[in-house]
């Protein structure tokens, strides 16, 4: 598509009001702009809470956090604080408020809508430029067809916060993270089986440090009732947390946004996955996905991560668990077997001691 005429110095808006690892997978689109435009100011639009993820990143100028529910008077104000602000806004969703926001903010806007709502029509006369969401497509692809759509070139990179860990918290010997709190509980695996799997950590020669959030604590109480698991969930900052996992010899998490991070730090990782489509929501490797993920296996592998399933006929259902709710239990993953999920570990490991 034929580049926007954008000045050298351009402003520049991406706005992401969606969850952390939306947030994360928006990068790769941050970044392209930021190598297309390298004099350019490059802001993005976030949910307060989210903010943590893009700490330090070197293609960012500065993070607007707004609240998740903004009241009328809010919400008014945030659009004369945005109005014509920017040369470009680009909204990564196709919802009503990002798009609006887009439009307001940039003398150009760009952003995805649904082929099939009536609202479609409106948004394409308001956007300056559009295209139709694809949702049978890996986010960060889908997200990098806007670059695309501007005509820069699209780089399939994500960018990770960037520091150390605190040397009072930094392991002394070799180590592997697990990471067992997805935000949702339909998206658990099973207590047992992170605590078997720590065992065989044990065996193999290495410390399990848990992580995990500060609203995390009651339910990692429950799971870790092993005194030779590093307890460090709500210690640590981004930076330190992508740290610690870069320098472990294995992690392990289900889908979540740590599993999206630990993918991208390079790290082996080994992914958890239930009802969520990796076709569309799988890790995205370091080194990239040349080859997209299956939608349902026993174990695949792409680059540094190990992707693992419990492949019943109904999976991947795309559903919130079996019950259809955020609190459902999810039969594919209450089932899915601990050695399984240890045969993936031991290659992940394989892997780390050839490199």
């Given at each position: 598509?034929?580049?926007?005429?954008?000045?050298?110095?351009?402003?520049?808006?991406?706005?992401?009001?969606?969850?952390?690892?939306?947030?994360?997978?928006?990068?790769?689109l941050?970044?392209?702009?930021?190598?297309?435009?390298?004099?350019?100011?490059?802001d993005?639009?976030?949910?307060?809470?989210?903010?943590?993820?893009?700490?330090g990143?070197?293609?960012?100028?500065?993070?607007?956090?707004?609240?998740?529910?903004?009241?009328?008077?809010?919400?008014?104000?945030?659009?004369?604080?945005?109005?014509?602000?920017?040369?470009?806004?680009?909204?990564?969703?196709?919802?009503?408020?990002?798009?609006?926001?887009?439009?307001?903010?940039g003398?150009?806007?760009?952003?995805?809508?649904?082929?099939?709502?009536?609202?479609?029509?409106?948004?394409?006369w308001?956007?300056?430029?559009?295209?139709?969401?694809?949702?049978?497509?890996?986010?960060?692809?889908?997200?990098?067809?806007?670059?695309?759509?501007?005509?820069?070139?699209?780089?399939?990179?994500?960018?990770?916060?960037s520091?150390?860990?605190?040397?009072?918290?930094?392991?002394r010997?070799?180590?592997?993270?697990?990471?067992?709190?997805?935000?949702?509980?339909?998206?658990?695996?099973?207590?047992?089986?992170?605590?078997?799997?720590?065992?065989?950590?044990?065996?193999?020669?290495?410390?399990?440090?848990?992580?995990?959030?500060?609203?995390?604590?009651?339910?990692?109480?429950?799971?870790?009732?092993?005194?030779?698991?590093?307890?460090?969930?709500?210690?640590?900052e981004?930076?330190?947390?992508?740290?610690?996992?870069?320098?472990a010899?294995?992690?392990?998490?289900?889908d979540?946004?740590?599993?999206?991070?630990?993918?991208?730090t390079?790290?082996?990782?080994?992914?958890?996955?239930?009802?969520?489509?990796?076709?569309?929501?799988?890790?995205?490797?370091?080194?990239?996905?040349?080859?997209?993920?299956?939608?349902?296996?026993?174990?695949?592998?792409?680059?540094?991560?190990?992707?693992?399933?419990?492949?019943?006929?109904?999976?991947?259902?795309?559903?919130?668990?079996?019950?259809?709710?955020?609190?459902?239990?999810?039969?594919?993953?209450?089932?899915?077997?601990?050695?399984?999920?240890i045969?993936?570990?031991?290659?992940?490991?394989?892997?780390?001691?050839?490199?």
């Amino acid at each position: 598509m034929k580049a926007l005429r954008l000045p050298p110095d351009a402003r520049v808006l991406v706005v992401v009001l969606r969850r952390l690892g939306d947030v994360l997978l928006s990068t790769p689109l941050i970044h392209s702009l930021r190598v297309a435009l390298p004099a350019a100011t490059i802001d993005a639009l976030v949910f307060a809470a989210t903010e943590g993820i893009l700490t330090g990143n070197p293609d960012l100028t500065n993070i607007i956090a707004v609240p998740r529910r903004l009241g009328a008077g809010e919400y008014w104000a945030l659009l004369r604080r945005l109005l014509r602000r920017y040369d470009l806004a680009l909204s990564t969703q196709t919802g009503d408020r990002p798009t609006m926001l887009a439009v307001v903010a940039g003398r150009y806007s760009v952003g995805p809508v649904e082929a099939e709502r009536v609202s479609a029509r409106v948004k394409r006369w308001a956007l300056s430029r559009s295209l139709v969401a694809d949702r049978r497509r890996h986010r960060i692809p889908e997200v990098l067809r806007l670059a695309e759509a501007i005509g820069i070139a699209a780089i399939p990179q994500v960018v990770c916060p960037s520091g150390t860990v605190r040397r009072e918290l930094a392991p002394r010997e070799a180590y592997a993270v697990i990471h067992a709190a997805p935000m949702f509980t339909y998206k658990r695996w099973t207590s047992d089986g992170w605590r078997c799997l720590a065992t065989a950590l044990r065996q193999r020669g290495l410390s399990t440090v848990a992580t995990g959030g500060k609203d995390d604590a009651d339910y990692l109480d429950r799971v870790w009732d092993d005194r030779h698991i590093v307890r460090l969930d709500g210690r640590l900052e981004w930076p330190e947390l992508t740290a610690l996992i870069r320098g472990a010899q294995v992690y392990i998490g289900p889908d979540t946004a740590i599993t999206h991070l630990a993918a991208a730090t390079g790290a082996p990782t080994v992914a958890l996955y239930g009802p969520t489509n990796p076709q569309i929501w799988g890790p995205w490797p370091s080194g990239g996905l040349d080859d997209p993920w299956q939608a349902a296996g026993t174990m695949q592998r792409r680059g540094n991560v190990w992707l693992v399933q419990n492949p019943l006929s109904c999976l991947p259902c795309q559903q919130e668990g079996c019950d259809r709710h955020l609190d459902s239990r999810s039969q594919c993953l209450d089932e899915l077997s601990v050695s399984a999920v240890i045969a993936a570990v031991d290659q992940a490991l394989a892997a780390r001691r050839c490199a």
